[in-house]
């Protein structure tokens, strides 16, 4: 009972950062125990040819399931799949991320399994029988250490918590048919996506965010230049700002919204509330610029600018611009 | 339309929070509760689906000790017409012990929609409903912005990073409520005086088996504490410098 299986997540055939993530996580484990890393990839058909750069991060064996009708995630053939592998032989940890898609398959795959799941973990190491994970409860006001004695222990990965790394192994193909189900009795009709040529606020390195004192949607173009200006920023947004209707709700970082920690944080016009803060307070650098020196978001900034964001920003977008051409 | 809306009594986020002297758990005191945020649009979602229809009803259904009684007594005074408390001295972490008991009671109530939260606020793990899905071998869709029933079929918007996906499902289902559905409504006077009078059921929680336990619980490392480096556009070198020397984010 040595071996790992993970879950390797797809958007429109092609694995996304967090995939390598979760299986380089698998391999963290597998090395622990000396076993192997199994991968299950569902997509369209030819998503075997992504069992190279799996093989490149750590994957021993690639169970393939390629069929036209897979291109966009379907819950009840990705449950099926990974819990007849989990039932096939014996795995000491099935590893997830806790992405939007992970947090949706895990668990169906626990209940599949009649067994339990620790999710969004930052951190997981084996102690004797049983797996020892962190998990920020409380929107991340206090850090839980939980107990996990099921095997196989089904772990869903926080994006961003295990950083992908190269470990270079057979990757060998096997692949499989479309499990017969009944019919679908859930259809993913459509993925409806904001705009793809923007980075995903889970992947940017750097998160430029609006917030109510850009007073208008239009506005945000303020944001949107400054994170051009960076090359690889993504944009996010307040929840009074998504309620609002400026911005889409998807792009919202808070408590109930999106939680992310990128390198740098830059919040325009943000007081900083409590519920906004739990989304961010782990990014590695903040950066603030407010007209009110008393905003809550002055209180975690490690670089705060009391300012008018309408001279601030302009300047700021000019001078990274010029410092990027400079590097 | 019979839909059943499963609530959590949660500490309101905003509170000061310590760890109790078992290190395994939050000392409650001077913490304030009340509905898990996601669970209060579930509740709003399924009364106003019932209000649309002028039929059917909207019962709720918690876990824990008698404490929830509270939580089930707002949900009814919003206007749900009965109330389940699944009784236990402590709400164990293990969505799957919590599940399986949710599931028991459910099985057999003839419920055309089972409605949960997108996740509860606190352990934020968002797996309780999907659990009870695949127990009751029901078609589960999560995180709805959207919600649609109409002649045995659903249609939902489900959010996901950068966009959202559009399902298609049959009922009965479990499906997960996101916020953006609905805003829920604040229990009317009239409301809270009927509600004393609705029907609240206990019974035990027939609990599944406990893998998954807290072991500790710690504060996180406090950021440092922020710092202004001055004021207006004039400053906006210095943070450049700052950036490039100091954080090493350029």
Same mark, same amino acid.
């Given at each position: 009972?040595?071996?790992?299986?993970?879950?390797?997540?797809?958007?429109?055939?092609?694995?996304?950062?967090?995939?390598?993530?979760?299986?380089?996580?698998?391999?963290?484990?597998?090395?622990?125990?000396?076993?192997?890393?199994?991968?299950?990839?569902?997509?369209?058909?030819?998503?075997?040819?992504?069992?190279?750069?799996?093989?490149?991060?750590?994957?021993?064996?690639?169970?393939?399931?390629?069929?036209?009708?897979?291109?966009?995630?379907?819950?009840?053939?990705?449950?099926?799949?990974?819990?007849?592998?989990?039932?096939?032989?014996?795995? /000491?940890?099935?590893?997830?991320?806790?992405?939007? $898609?992970?947090?949706?398959?895990?668990?169906?795959?626990?209940?599949?399994?009649?067994?339990?799941?620790?999710?969004?973990?930052?951190?997981?190491?084996?102690?004797?029988?049983?797996?020892?994970?962190?998990?920020?409860?409380?929107?991340?006001?206090?850090? $839980?250490?939980?107990?996990?004695?099921?095997?196989?222990?089904?772990?869903?990965?926080?994006?961003?918590?295990?950083?992908?790394?190269?470990?270079?192994?057979?990757?060998?193909?096997?692949?499989?048919?479309?499990?017969?189900?009944?019919?679908?009795?859930?259809?993913?009709?459509?993925?409806?996506?904001?705009?793809?040529?923007?980075?995903?606020?889970?992947?940017?390195?750097?998160?430029?965010?609006?917030?109510?004192?850009?007073?208008?949607?239009?506005?945000?173009?303020?944001?949107?230049?400054?994170?051009?200006?960076?090359?690889?920023?993504?944009?996010?947004?307040?929840?009074?700002?998504?309620?609002?209707?400026?911005?889409?709700?998807?792009?919202?970082?808070?408590?109930?919204?999106?939680?992310?920690?990128?390198?740098?944080?830059?919040?325009?016009?943000?007081?900083?509330?409590?519920?906004?803060?739990?989304?961010?307070?782990?990014?590695?650098?903040?950066?603030?610029?407010?007209?009110?020196?008393?905003?809550?978001?002055?209180?975690?900034?490690?670089?705060?600018?009391?300012?008018?964001?309408?001279?601030?920003?302009?300047?700021?977008?000019?001078?990274?611009?010029?410092?990027?051409?400079?590097? | 339309?019979?839909?059943?809306?499963?609530?959590?009594?949660?500490?309101?986020?905003?509170?000061?929070? /310590?760890?109790?002297?078992?290190?395994?758990?939050?000392?409650?005191?001077?913490?304030?509760?009340?509905?898990?945020?996601?669970?209060?649009?579930?509740?709003?979602?399924?009364?106003?689906?019932?209000?649309?229809?002028?039929?059917?009803?909207?019962?709720?259904?918690?876990?824990?000790?008698?404490?929830?009684?509270?939580?089930?007594?707002?949900?009814?005074?919003?206007?749900?017409?009965?109330?389940?408390?699944?009784?236990?001295?402590?709400?164990?972490?293990?969505?799957?012990?919590?599940?399986?008991?949710?599931?028991?009671?459910?099985?057999?109530?003839?419920?055309?929609?089972?409605?949960?939260?997108?996740?509860?606020?606190?352990?934020?793990?968002?797996?309780?409903?999907?659990?009870?899905?695949?127990?009751?071998?029901?078609?589960?869709?999560?995180?709805?912005?959207?919600?649609?029933?109409?002649?045995?079929?659903?249609?939902?918007?489900?959010?996901?990073?950068?966009?959202?996906?559009?399902?298609?499902?049959?009922?009965?289902?479990?499906?997960?409520?996101?916020?953006?559905?609905?805003?829920?409504?604040?229990?009317?006077?009239?409301?809270?005086?009927?509600?004393?009078?609705?029907?609240?059921?206990?019974?035990?929680?027939?609990?599944?088996?406990?893998?998954?336990?807290?072991? /500790?619980?710690?504060?996180?490392?406090?950021?440092?504490?922020?710092?202004?480096?001055?004021?207006?556009?004039?400053?906006?070198?210095?943070?450049?410098?700052?950036?490039?020397?100091?954080?090493?984010?350029?």
């Amino acid at each position: 009972m040595t071996n790992v299986l993970v879950y390797a997540e797809t958007r429109g055939g092609q694995p996304r950062k967090v995939t390598f993530e979760a299986i380089t996580a698998a391999r963290q484990l597998a090395d622990q125990l000396g076993g192997a890393v199994h991968v299950v990839v569902a997509g369209p058909a030819g998503v075997e040819a992504l069992a190279a750069s799996f093989g490149e991060h750590g994957a021993d064996v690639v169970v393939a399931c390629g069929h036209e009708s897979l291109v966009h995630y379907q819950p009840d053939v990705a449950t099926a799949l990974v819990a007849s592998r989990a039932r096939s032989a014996t795995y /000491r940890a099935i590893v997830f991320s806790a992405s939007a $898609q992970g947090k949706d398959l895990a668990p169906r795959v626990a209940a599949r399994l009649r067994t339990t799941l620790a999710s969004d973990v930052t951190s997981f190491s084996l102690r004797g029988d049983a797996m020892v994970v962190t998990h920020p409860g409380y929107t991340g006001k206090v850090i $839980q250490t939980l107990k996990l004695v099921a095997s196989p222990a089904l772990l869903a990965v926080r994006p961003g918590a295990v950083a992908a790394a190269k470990q270079p192994k057979a990757g060998t193909v096997e692949a499989v048919a479309l499990p017969e189900l009944p019919s679908a009795r859930v259809t993913t009709t459509e993925t409806v996506l904001g705009d793809t040529k923007k980075l995903d606020l889970g992947e940017a390195p750097v998160i430029v965010s609006g917030g109510r004192g850009l007073k208008a949607a239009e506005h945000f173009a303020l944001v949107e230049e400054l994170a051009a200006a960076f090359g690889n920023a993504a944009v996010g947004a307040t929840r009074a700002v998504t309620d609002e209707g400026w911005r889409p709700h998807a792009d919202q970082i808070g408590q109930t919204g999106r939680l992310v920690s990128p390198d740098l944080y830059v919040a325009v016009g943000i007081s900083g509330a409590i519920q906004h803060l739990a989304g961010m307070r782990t990014s590695r650098c903040i950066v603030a610029i407010n007209k009110d020196k008393e905003a809550p978001i002055f209180k975690v900034a490690d670089y705060g600018i009391v300012g008018d964001v309408f001279e601030v920003v302009p300047a700021l977008t000019a001078a990274i611009k010029s410092a990027k051409q400079g590097a | 339309m019979k839909i059943a809306v499963c609530i959590k009594r949660v500490p309101e986020m905003d509170g000061t929070f /310590r760890i109790a002297a078992s290190g395994a758990a939050v000392d409650e005191a001077g913490l304030k509760f009340d509905m898990s945020d996601f669970d209060g649009y579930a509740v709003e979602a399924a009364l106003q689906m019932t209000e649309k229809l002028g039929a059917g009803e909207v019962h709720v259904v918690s876990l824990g000790p008698d404490i929830v009684q509270e939580t089930l007594r707002k949900a009814l005074s919003m206007g749900c017409a009965r109330a389940t408390q699944l009784k236990c001295d402590v709400v164990p972490y293990d969505p799957f012990a919590i599940a399986s008991a949710l599931a028991a009671e459910l099985q057999g109530g003839a419920y055309d929609l089972v409605l949960f939260g997108k996740m509860s606020i606190d352990s934020a793990n968002g797996a309780v409903g999907f659990m009870v899905a695949e127990l009751l071998g029901l078609p589960m869709v999560h995180g709805c912005s959207k919600l649609d029933v109409a002649g045995g079929q659903g249609t939902a918007r489900r959010e996901i990073e950068g966009g959202g996906e559009m399902m298609t499902f049959s009922l009965p289902a479990v499906v997960s409520i996101d916020e953006g559905i609905a805003r829920p409504r604040y229990p009317s006077l009239k409301g809270i005086m009927a509600a004393k009078k609705k029907p609240l059921d206990v019974k035990p929680a027939q609990l599944g088996p406990v893998a998954l336990t807290v072991e /500790r619980m710690e504060l996180p490392a406090a950021r440092p504490p922020g710092r202004i480096i001055g004021e207006g556009a004039a400053v906006v070198p210095e943070l450049v410098r700052l950036l490039q020397t100091e954080a090493k984010v350029l």
